[in-house]
C-alpha cells in the first residue's frame, strides 16, 4: 500500500515506523563504514609495515613480535643503499627510458589515432583492424626474438635497448581514435580551408581542447615503463644498465638477507610512481577506465 | 581541386602514420612472424639454427616440464581470476558507499598497491612472509600449528604467489567496477528503497545484474592477464627449485636464456600465443554481445 504524493511514492508507514527503519539503516550503514575503514587499514598495513621497517636499525628488524613504531629511528638503510649500490645509476636509466617510452608513444599514437580518425586514405581500415588485433598477441612470447632483434641491433645494455621493445602499446592509439572521433571532420575541412595543415591542426587545436587525455595517457604510460620487469631484466647485463625496478632485486649483502637495506631500496624504487598516483590520482582513474574502454 | 586535396589528404595521413608503423612493424609484426619462423628450427639463442619442420612441436607433447607449466597457469588463473573479480566487485561496493575524503583516502588504500613495481611487491612480501622474522608466521603459526618456509614449500607456491596478487593488482579492478557502479542512475535504488527492498534484495535484483557487463569485462581481462604471469613466480621461486612451479612464460624464458634453445622457446611462446588469441577471439565476442544489448 502507498500513496501518492505528486511524484514521489511515499510508503504507508506511520511516522514511528519510519523513524525506526531509518534508525536500523543508519546502525548497519556505519557498521558497513566501520568495516570498509578497518578492511582498508588491513589492505594498505604491508605498505606500512615495509616503510617502517626502513626505519629501524638491522638488529631491531629481527627482534621478535610486532613493533609499529621503531624503538631507535635511524636512517641508516637509506644512506647504505645511497652509498654502496649503483642506485643513481638505477634511477637515471629508470628515468631516462621511462620518459623516452612516453615521449615517443603518446607522439605516435596521437599523430596515428589523428589519421585514423580523421583522415581518409587506403589501408585505413586495415591498420584499424591490424591494431585492434594485436591484442591477441601477448607481449611476453615476443621475449625470444625481441632479444635476438635487439642483439642484431646492438643494443642490449644500452638505453635504446630497453626502450624499443616497450613501444608497442596500440591501447593508446585506440584512446585516442577514439577521442578525436567525437570531432567532426567539417572542423577539419574548415581549417584546411583557411591554409592550416594537419599537424598544426593537431598539435594546436585538437591536443589542447582536452589535455586531460593526453596527460592521463602520458602518466599511465610513464607508470607501466617505469614498472617493467620482464624486458628491463632481459635487456641488461650488467649493474650499471640496470633499471631500479630490477637493481632493487639484486642488493644482496655478503651477510645475508638485510631487510631494512633491501627495503629502503624497493621504498626508493616506488615512490615515484606512488607520488605520481597520489599527485594525479583523478588521471590515473580516468586513463585505466578509457582504456578499458568504460566511460567512467 | 578536389582531386589535389585529396591528395594532400593522403600525403598528411601518410606522413602522421609513419613513425607508428615504422615502430609496428619493426618490433611488433616482424618479431611476431620471427617467432613463427623459429619455432619450426633448432636456433640456439643467437644464431642459426636448421629447419627441422614440426619437432619442437612433436616435442611439445611429450615434455613433462611443458605439461607442468600448461597445468600450474591454469592452477593459477583459478586461483587468481575469479577471487580477483569478487573482491573487486566487493571492495568498490564498499568503496562507492562513502563520501568526499573518506572516499578518496580508502580507494588510495585499495589502489595503492597496483601501482607499484613488482620488484617492491616480490621485497615487501618476502620480508613479510620470512621464516624467521617475518610477521606473517604469526598468525601462520597460530592457525596451521607450525611456521612455513612458504616460498620453499611446493603446495603452499602458487596459492600464497596468487594471493599476493590479487593484492597487489585489485585496485585496477576496483577502479572498472566503481566506474560501472557510477554509471547505474541512482533513481533505480531509490525507487526501489521506498518500496522496501532490503539491501540484500538492491544488490542481487539491481546492482549484480546491471554490474554484469563490467564484470564479464574484469573477468576477461584478468583471464588473458593471468595466463601470461611470469614476473611474481619468477622472483619468489629463485633460489629454489623452480621446476615444480613452473608458468608458460618462465619455461619460454628458462629454455631460451638459461638453456640457450631459441627455437623451442619460440615454439612455447608460439603455443602461448595461440592459447591468448582463442581467449581474446573469445573475449571480443563477450564484449561484442555486451554492446548489442
Known sequence: MSVETGRIKLPTVGAEGAYRKLRAFDIAGLFLTLATFAFAIIWAFPLYWAMVTTLKPEYEVVQPGVRLWPETFTLEAYTYILLNTKIGLWYLNSLVTSAAVTIIVIFTAATCGYAISQLRFPGRRLLYLTIMASFMVPIQALIVTHFVLMSNFGTLNTWLGIILPQLI??????????????????????????????????????????????????????????????????????????????????????????????????????????????????????????????KG | MLASTRRAERRSAFILIAPFLLIYLVLFIYPTLKMLELSFTNAPLIGEGDWIYFKNYVRLFGD?????????????????????????????????????????????????????????????????????????????????????????????????????????????????????LRNISPEIYDA??????????????????????????????????????????????????????????????????????????????????????????LQYQVLRARSAE
Open chain 1, 169 to 294: 602499446v596500440p591501447v593508446v592509439v585506440i584512446v585516442y581514435k577514439q577521442f578525436f572521433d567525437s570531432i567532426p571532420r567539417d572542423f577539419r575541412e574548415a581549417a584546411i580551408m583557411d591554409g592550416a595543415n594537419d599537424l598544426q591542426l593537431l598539435f594546436r587545436i585538437y591536443l589542447p581542447m582536452n589535455w586531460g587525455v593526453t596527460t592521463a595517457l602520458a602518466i599511465i604510460t610513464f607508470i607501466g615503463a617505469w614498472n617493467a620487469f620482464l624486458w628491463p631484466f632481459l635487456a641488461q647485463s650488467s649493474e650499471e644498465t640496470m633499471n631500479i625496478t630490477v637493481g632493487v632485486t639484486q642488493v644482496h649483502s655478503a651477510f645475508g638477507v638485510q631487510y631494512a637495506r633491501e627495503l629502503a631500496g624497493a621504498v626508493l624504487a616506488g615512490l615515484p610512481v606512488a607520488l605520481a598516483y597520489l599527485i594525479f590520482q583523478r588521471r590515473v582513474t580516468q586513463a585505466i577506465t578509457l582504456s578499458a574502454g568504460i
Open chain 2, 64 to 180: 613433462r616440464l611443458f605439461k607442468t607449466a600448461v597445468w600450474n597457469t591454469g592452477y593459477f588463473v583459478v586461483l587468481t581470476v575469479v577471487p580477483n573479480v569478487a573482491t573487486g566487485l566487493l571492495i568498490a561496493l564498499m568503496v562507492d558507499r562513502l563520501k568526499g575524503w573518506t572516499q578518496s583516502v580508502v580507494l588510495a588504500a585499495f589502489f595503492l598497491p597496483y601501482i607499484l613495481p613488482v620488484s617492491v611487491v616480490f621485497l615487501m612480501w618476502r620480508w613479510i612472509l620470512d621464516l624467521q622474522f617475518g610477521i606473517a608466521q604469526y598468525p601462520i603459526e597460530f592457525f596451521y600449528g607450525e611456521r612455513v618456509p612458504v616460498f620453499r614449500t611446493i603446495p603452499w607456491f602458487l596459492p600464497m604467489v596468487g594471493l599476493i596478487t590479487i593484492w597487489w593488482t585489485n585496485g585496477f579492478n576496483v577502479l572498472l567496477f566503481i566506474a560501472g
Open chain 2, 192 to 281: 526501489a528503497a521506498l518500496d522496501g527492498a532490503s539491501r540484500w534484495q538492491l544488490f542481487w535484483k539491481i546492482t549484480w545484474p546491471l554490474i554484469w557487463p563490467v564484470t564479464a569485462l574484469v573477468a576477461t581481462i584478468q583471464l588473458i592477464l593471468q595466463l601470461k604471469i611470469f614476473d611474481q613466480v619468477y622472483l619468489f621461486s629463485v633460489g629454489g627449485r623452480s621446476e615444480p612451479t613452473m608458468v608458460l612464460v618462465q619455461y619460454i624464458y628458462q629454455e631460451a636464456f638459461q638453456r640457450n634453445r631459441g627455437g623451442y622457446a619460440a615454439t612455447v611462446a608460439t603455443a602461448l600465443f595461440v592459447l591468448i588469441a582463442a581467449l581474446s577471439v
